[in-house]
């Protein structure tokens, strides 16, 4: 068993963070998935840390505040497809701790051509940033000859090239660049969104094809995609591996929501429906694995409860990156227990959730326990899918202590969006 202290970290270790997309934690063959081949991505597990009870947001917007400030979306969410630029994200910490910082992937947080560097990423190559995720024929623009933009500057490719290949590569080449000095590398995948099309891999890919005129696409393709999602995240790992560098990073792999609602797939024997866009765990469970060579003792599991305000806590803790002066940070670093030790393990999670302000769903939970602000109350590991509300009259002595617990945490938050508005009011 590893025996590193806290205090004993290098200094500045370089950091990768690598997010899927639409990814929930039942696609990984290592959490007991079935349907799909991740043999990189089992093996990061093997190697690492593999985390049971990783909560996200159920969609990516919401999902993206949160992880990139380390707050709940009760205190920062606007609008679907904007990070306020009011907002700290890890970008700024990072290079503001001398960190190189790079960005690659999925964007879909500000129209503006300065936005990713405004939130501290000095390089970028990013889908859906200023452009539409759709040409003017209505072909989608992430895959097939697709159109990113370099620095803010918008690049639209012709001959044949697939949109995953181009911002890995672009990740490995700062990686490369790099290599001497600490770096922050976060790569927001395209893959394994809609629409569900070909792959350079599969037996019908056309390399001419211009994009699906279908947001959703066949399902049929979904494997496909899952597996070159898995060759892309190998394709890092070995970019390190190469470079020698593996001892002095910490590669972190999560999934962004829930799988989408048109995939089927088998889970420890059983069908398990994508739940993108639900509260149920289906729609927030996801993978989380982190590779640390020398650091995190291979092939560790952990149950603690982990949602997306614990990374960027936890990734500034690894860095040495004091956070003290932040306003608030609701996340909760678990370095710790990525180093083997027992750290400070959540008693609950919370989540406000509203991406397009027209339904709001707020919670707290535990590990067999949810609460929404509305009072339904569930035993969500009986209740998978949340049909049976319990009782208060009929609860067991342990349902009623959890029910006391997460109202307290509900509590915690109870006015903070009104106090926000009204002190903007006042500002205004």
């Not at 889908?127 to 992430?142: I, L, M, N, P, V």
């Not at 029910?403 to 969006?417: E, G, P, T």
Request: hydrophobic letters at 30%; a neutral charge.
């Amino acid at each position: 068993m590893l025996t590193i202290s806290l205090n004993a970290q290098i200094n500045q270790p370089n950091i990768v963070l690598i997010l899927a997309d639409d990814l929930g934690f039942e696609c990984v063959t290592a959490n007991g998935g079935t349907s799909y081949h991740t043999p990189n991505i089992d093996l990061l597990a093997n190697k690492g840390a593999r985390f049971k009870n990783c909560h996200s947001q159920p969609v990516c917007t919401p999902s993206r505040v949160q992880l990139m400030t380390g707050q709940y979306n009760v205190r920062n969410y606007t609008v679907f497809g904007e990070l306020d630029r009011s907002q700290i994200s890890f970008g700024n910490l990072f290079k503001n701790a001398g960190y190189k910082t790079a960005i690659a992937g999925k964007w879909q947080l500000g129209e503006e051509k300065d936005s990713p560097q405004h939130f501290g990423f000095e390089e970028s190559c990013l889908w859906q940033q200023s452009y539409s995720r759709k040409d003017t024929a209505g072909h989608d623009t992430r895959f097939s000859n697709p159109i990113l933009e370099f620095n803010g500057e918008v690049k639209h490719f012709n001959n044949g090239e697939y949109g995953p290949d181009i911002v890995s590569d672009f990740i490995c080449d700062f990686i490369e660049q790099n290599k001497d000095q600490p770096f922050f590398a976060y790569y927001p995948m395209i893959l394994s969104h809609c629409p569900f099309v070909p792959t350079p891999d599969s037996k019908d890919w056309d390399s001419q094809n211009l994009g699906s005129l279908t947001y959703k696409g066949e399902p049929k393709y979904f494997p496909d995609m899952i597996s070159y999602m898995d060759k892309l995240v190998g394709k890092i790992v070995s970019k390190i591996e190469a470079l020698g560098i593996s001892e002095n990073t910490l590669i972190i792999f999560a999934g962004d929501n829930g799988t989408d609602k048109p995939i089927i797939s088998m889970f420890k024997g059983t069908d398990y429906p994508g739940g993108k866009g639900k509260t149920t765990d289906n729609g927030t469970h996801v993978p989380l694995i982190a590779r640390w060579d020398g650091k995190i003792e291979k092939n560790r599991t952990c149950s603690d409860l982990i949602d997306f305000s614990d990374f960027l806590p936890t990734m500034c803790d690894a860095a040495n990156i004091d956070i003290s002066s932040q306003t608030t940070i609701d996340g909760v670093s678990f370095l710790p227990q990525l180093l083997g030790k027992k750290g400070k393990p959540r008693k609950w999670i919370y989540s406000w959730y509203d991406p397009r302000g027209k339904e709001l769903k707020e919670f707290a939970r535990n590990t067999k326990y949810k609460l929404y602000s509305t009072g339904e109350f569930y035993n969500i590991k009986e209740d998978f899918f949340e049909k049976t509300p319990l009782a208060l009259v009929t609860m067991n002595r342990d349902a009623k202590q959890s029910y006391n617990k997460l109202i307290k945490a509900l509590d915690k938050y109870k006015n903070i969006r009104e106090e926000k508005a009204n002190t903007k009011r006042g500002k205004n």
